[in-house]
């Protein structure tokens, strides 16, 4: 384990760093990729399942200087989780997809499925 932060409930994390501005878990997500990620090591960033994936957290990950790899799941404000659903809905197994966009923050993202 390389990090880890304790959760105090809604109000006591309210005041936490990042949290007013980009949200509890991008904010969460941000703090402990901060803590943990080496500016010399191979890989500058952070890879999450589900919890941590949202178009929101890998942007502001992006915008920090660092690189994120995020299930998005639920959380999938200007993802285009639909369109990559249909597209391969009567595709067979093995078939993906692949995305490149730029949402308003100005940082590439890709999107897979």
């Known amino acids: 384990m390389l990090n880890l932060e304790i ?3 809604k109000d006591g ?10 949200g509890v878990t991008s904010g969460c997500t941000l703090r402990m990729m901060e803590d943990t ?6 890989f500058n ?3 999450g399942d589900a919890w941590f994936g949202s ?4 942007s502001e990950v992006a915008k920090a200087g660092f690189e994120g790899i995020l ?3 639920q959380y999938a404000a200007l993802f285009p989780k639909k369109v990559i659903e249909e597209t391969l809905e009567e595709a067979p197994g093995g ?16 999107a897979l499925g």
């Open 13 to 22: 994390m309210k005041e936490m760093m990042y949290n007013n501005r980009i």
């Open 7 to 9: 959760q105090r409930g």
């Open 71 to 73: 299930q998005i799941k």
């Open 45 to 47: 960033g952070i890879i």
């Open 95 to 110: 078939v993906k997809i692949v995305l490149s966009g730029v949402p308003l923050n100005g940082e590439k993202l890709i």
């Open 37 to 42: 990620v080496g500016k010399d090591t191979p």
């Open 55 to 58: 178009t929101r957290t890998v």
